[in-house]
């Protein structure tokens, strides 16, 4: 589940490289793996599609727990303004 857009999308299963490397890349896309605990909910969302949108602004334990995470995935802007001040400064002086 993409814990930001609330698109939930089923890992299909086959060989075990196959299934590690889509996992590797919905990582990379900003899916988070649902814990064991909403995996019932999330299936019943689905209901035999591969992909779908959650609603963010409902009351459901799965959308708390997307809710949650949000926080752990935004990205650090401190560091990111830091950063930028030091490429300009960098950058200033050639």
Do not use: C, Y
Not at 66 to 80: C, E, I, L, R, V
């Amino acid at each position: 589940m993409n814990v930001n857009t609330g698109e939930l999308r089923i890992l299909a299963s086959g060989r075990g490289n196959t299934v590690a490397r889509d996992l590797m890349q919905l990582k990379r896309e900003g899916f988070t793996p649902v814990p064991e605990e909403h995996e019932k909910e999330a299936l019943e969302i689905l209901a035999e599609k591969q992909q779908t949108i959650v609603d963010l602004t409902s009351d459901t334990p799965l959308v708390n727990w997307a809710k949650s995470q949000q926080a752990m995935h935004k990205p650090d802007t401190k560091n990111k303004r830091a950063m930028r001040k030091k490429s300009q400064r960098i950058n200033r002086r050639r």
